[in-house]
Each structure stands twice: as C-alpha cells, then as structure tokens.
C-alpha cells in the first residue's frame, strides 16, 4: 500500500472513530485520533498478522497498553477483515464484545487491556517466549505517555533490555496530554528519551502523523541489535480535526450534534483536498 | 497422631516434581522474582537453565511477564512469596493471567503465616478471599507430598489460571499412593457422624491428629481435604452435612472469606445449619511468633481443633 493509499485510510479511519464514539455515546476521542495513524502504518504496512494468521504462533503480535483508544483499534482491525465492519455498530451495547477497552472476545486482539501499565510488561514476556523459541516474530506494544508514571513500566524496561530483546517494539503515543492536562504538569516525564536510554533502549522519534516517516522508522527496526526498540512517536492529541486537538477535555468527551457535524465537514474537505491530489476515490 | 510418618516441605516436593516434569518438556518455564532460593529451585536453575527465568524482585511485572510467554504457549510457573505474589501484582493476576485468560500457574510459596515472626508483611492470610472473587482462577492448596505432586502434574496441561499455594515445613503423608486426586474435587479421608472436620492445604494434618484425639473418646469423626477452593467441591460438603452433627473447617488464612466462608454460604444457601465452627486467623493485629505458636494461639493445633469440637458438639447437645 502506498503513503497516498494510507493518507485516504487516515481520513477514513478518523470519520469511522468519531462516528462509532457518537453512536455509542461514550468513548476516547483524543486518544484514539492521535494513535490513528501509527496503527494504520502497523496494520497497512508492518505487522505480520491477517485474519487468516491470527491463530499462526509466528504471527507478529500488537499489544494495546493504552486500551481506552480502543476505537481507533476497532476501527483498524474492522477495516483488515479481523470482523464485519458492522459489528463497529454494536460499539458499547449491552452483550456486546465491542466494550470500551481491548478484550479477547474480538478477533485480533492479543491481550485484554485497559488498567494502564500493563502492556509492556505483557509484550516483554510474549517477545522472551520469540526468543527462548527462536522465533522471528515481532512484538508492537502502545504505550500512552500518560500511562509512563505506572512504575511497572520501568520493571519491565530493565526486563526488555536485561534480556536484549530487539524483537520489541515500544511506541509511546507522546502527545503530552492526559485527562487532567499536560503530561508534564501531572508528573514530568521529561528527559523521557534519556530515561529509556538510560534502562537499555535504542530509540528513535519520529512525527506520528508522519506516514512517509512512520513507515520508515519501523523499517529500521532493529535500531540497534541485542538492544529493545522505542519508538517515540510525537503526536497530537486529537489530531485531524482543529477544535479537537491538542486539548485535554477532549481526552473522553464525546462531540454533540454540531461537533460532529463540524467534524465530518472538516474531514470531508481532507478527502476533498486528498481527492483533488490523487483523483481517485480509493474504496475501503 | 502415631500413624503418620513425616516427609518433606511441599516447596521441596513441589521443586522435585516439577524438575522432573520440565526435563521431559522443554516448553515448562519456571519464572521466579528473586526466590530460586526459597522456591527449593536452585537445583532447578542448575539443571535446565535454559528454563528459568529470573525477573528480580518485582512483581508485577513478573506475573504480566509470565502471562505474556503464557499466551505464546509456554507452560508458566511463576513462583513468589504468596503473601506479594496476590497483593503486590493482584491487578496483574486479575486482568493479565485471569481476565486475559492466559493460563499461568502461580505458585504462592511460603504461604499462610509461614514465615512467622517475620510479621504480617510476610503473611498470606488475605489470598483465599481475593482470589476467590476473581473470576477464571483455581486455587488449589495441596496438604501433602502427595497433593502437591499431584497438582503439579496436573497444572502443567491445566487449562485455566491456577493458584498453588504451599508452605515451608515438612508435612505429613495424609494420603496412599491409589488416591484418586482431581482438581475441584474433595478427597474424603474418613466420615463420621458427630463430628467432621473440612480443612484446606498444611493444617490438614492436625484435623487429622485432632480426629484421632476425638475417635479415642468414642466420638465418630470425619476428615476432608478441601484442598481445591476453586472449583470448590460443594457436593461434598452437602454430602458431609447430612450426616455429621458439628462441622469444623481448618484454615491458613483469614477467618474472612476464605473455606469457612464458602462452606457457611453453601450450608445456608441449600437450607443445612449444621453446627459449624470457622477455624482460621481471626481479624486482629496477628500475634507475633513463629508458625508453631501462631497454630497454637489460635487453636490450629489438634487439641485445640479437638477441643473446639468437643465444645461445639456439647453446645449443641445442651
């Protein structure tokens, strides 16, 4: 799949996750659109996982520590075929598997996530298994920085590194923004590149809207052999549409009517724009 | 209390077993936190090296960890402290190995006020009860060499999380070599119509001394190992209720939600209300002292199990 193929999904995608978060009435509006492209370069271009490998045990495994931008994930694996595209309408309903954080009940998902600080701890133990195997598989892991004051984050930092897994791929969605406000306002992060450095990782940044740039950073993996990757991929919350971006109360808000009338307007003119450029309308 | 014979600590047995096991089966991990040592695991370590993983103390991450090479297919014992393996990492045990449905073996050591006057940070009284109220996770809690034998063979294909707590001390043989052991299934040591004692794991052994006791006064008493509180052996208990006049449960752990609670749920809810007598830690700042006086200051002992008997089955007879 080309950028400009992946630049359609991107717009395509933003439309789907506001549009299942309005219908549900609940849901991770920031998160979501501000990881949206960093699972469209995984699931488009990176990973080694279809619907038909799902149960293959070299499939490369994606692990969502962030769980609560779930729709963003909904949204990808729906349009990969992982489930009908009509099942995203059952988004929150009752005995529906479509619940508001990662579980297993929906084919693709790999772990059940939500209650922060988990995922990397997982995917260490699912890469170890790669490497006690001598298996090629890959490990993806999503980490919110909001969710890096988890302290077993850092447990499993020094354990990522103590057993030189550079079959690990950390990305850290850093867009600053938690619900009460600036990352760095909360509890600092910073110099979060020199800490990850400091437990043993090999790291690059890289803009996570960027997907010219994404597709290229996970090419390069790994970055540094015997070492675990980071990704820091500097992001936007809420990307995509100007009034939802970069602004904390939008981190679970979900738009009225005439935000998401307003929103799709604005997505509308980036598939107009994108249109415009390529003349094509590519079907999903 | 003549006729049985001692044998080693369950964590010995338990090490030795599983040494056995892992070298036919490559797949079979021990992941541990810091505690080869107390696990019983350093011949473990030297043998198959290959299959240890050591994460240091830190436990959360060592039961996520556990859960992720879980789901990639290996068979996971995570071996700690009981007492910091479900609270420190209890989220872990929740979401990673029970909601996620990756079935780790955990493997609780020094268990219950095991390690004694080391104090309350090192007890595991509150285990029973947390894990009970987590959906998708046995607990078993073997009595003797040959449970604990049994249910390490059994964990290693088991296909849902499990729980395995032991202690430190060396036990009693409870059990002949033909018993049939099953996960969730009591094993009935003896029945008797005035008295029938349920215990779970290592105090086992003293309802069976405490039988004894009361069987030398002419009283008919009955033993069970409650060994499994998940899946919990309720046909069992029923069965027992029928017949006995005064039950006596014995535990390691909490008088608060743990097997005395679960029998007194059961009993009541199928309309039995037997004389029942809840054995256990009671909710108080825990007396300091090692194992064998904690026993004995709350009456885990077999006089003291016997005693309470003798006065429950009196109180009801009065």
């Given at each position: 799949m080309d950028y400009h193929e992946l630049a359609y999904k991107s717009i395509q995608y933003r439309r789907t996750i506001l549009r299942i978060i309005k219908q549900a009435n609940a849901g991770h509006t920031g998160g979501s659109l501000s990881c949206i492209d960093i699972l469209n370069v995984l699931y488009n271009h990176v990973l080694n996982v279809t619907p038909s490998s799902f149960d293959d045990p070299n499939r490369d495994r994606y692990i969502q520590s962030k769980g609560h931008s779930v729709e963003a994930l909904y949204t990808v694996l729906a349009d990969r075929g992982f489930f009908p595209q009509e099942d995203l309408e059952n988004l929150g309903r009752f005995q529906s598997h479509l619940i508001g954080h990662p579980t297993r009940?929906?084919?693709?998902?790999e772990q059940n996530t939500?209650?922060?600080?988990?995922g990397l701890s997982l995917a260490v133990g699912t890469a170890l298994a790669a490497k006690i195997d001598s298996k090629t598989y890959r490990v993806y892991t999503l980490l919110g920085d909001g969710e890096l004051t988890e302290g077993s984050n850092w447990e499993a930092a020094m354990a990522a590194s103590h057993y030189k897994l550079d079959n690990l791929i950390v990305i850290v969605d850093r867009n600053t923004l938690q619900i009460t406000g600036r990352t760095e306002d909360v509890m600092s992060l910073e110099p979060l590149e020199d800490k990850f450095r400091a437990f043993g990782f090999a790291i690059q940044h890289v803009g996570g809207h960027d997907l010219p740039a994404l597709v290229k950073v996970f090419e390069q993996i790994p970055f540094k052999p015997g070492k675990p990757n980071l990704v820091l991929a500097h992001t936007v919350k809420g990307k995509g549409v100007s009034f939802i971006e970069d602004k904390a109360h939008w981190h679970h808000h979900v738009p009225t009517d005439e935000e998401y009338r307003t929103a799709q307007a604005e997505l509308d003119q980036a598939e107009r724009k994108w249109q415009a450029k390529h003349g094509i309308v590519e079907p999903l | 209390m003549e006729s049985l014979s001692l044998c080693k600590p369950n964590l010995e047995e338990f090490a030795q077993t599983l040494l056995a096991l892992a070298s036919q089966n490559k797949d079979i991990l021990v992941v541990t936190g810091d505690s080869r040592g107390s696990g019983k695991l350093v011949p473990f370590g030297k043998t198959l090296p290959a299959q240890i993983v050591e994460i240091g103390i830190a436990e959360q991450n060592l039961v996520g960890i556990s859960a992720g090479l879980a789901s990639a297919g290996k068979k996971v014992f995570t071996v700690a402290p009981a007492c910091f393996l479900t609270s420190r990492s209890l989220e872990q045990i929740k979401n990673d190995v029970a909601y996620s449905d990756n079935p780790v073996k955990l493997i609780g050591i020094s268990a219950g006020v095991s390690y004694g006057a080391l104090g309350s940070t090192h007890h595991s009284i509150h285990d029973y009860a947390v894990l009970r109220a987590i959906h998708n996770i046995d607990i078993v809690s073997p009595a003797d060499n040959f449970e604990t034998r049994k249910v390490i063979e059994a964990a290693v294909d088991h296909p849902r999380p499990i729980y395995i707590r032991m202690g430190k001390k060396p036990m009693y043989d409870?059990?002949?070599?033909?018993t049939r052991f099953e996960v969730g299934k009591a094993i009935v040591l003896s029945e008797g119509s005035d008295v029938t004692f349920l215990a779970t794991g290592e105090p086992l052994s003293r309802a069976v001394m405490a039988a004894h006791l009361l069987e030398q006064e002419g009283l008919s008493v009955g033993v069970i190992s409650m060994h499994s509180l998940c899946p919990f052996d309720e046909a069992a208990i029923l069965r027992a209720a029928q017949h006995t006049k005064v039950m006596v449960s014995v535990e390691e752990h909490s008088v608060h939600g743990g097997l005395g609670s679960l029998i007194a749920s059961l009993l009541m809810q199928n309309g039995f209300c037997p004389r029942l007598k809840i054995i256990g830690i009671p909710d108080e700042y825990t007396v300091t002292g090692s194992q064998k006086e904690i026993f004995c200051h709350y009456g885990i002992i077999p006089e003291g199990l016997a005693e309470t008997a003798r006065q429950t089955l009196n109180a009801k007879e009065n």
């Open positions: 009940k929906v084919r693709g998902i939500g209650a922060l600080g988990h | 409870l059990h002949t070599p033909d």
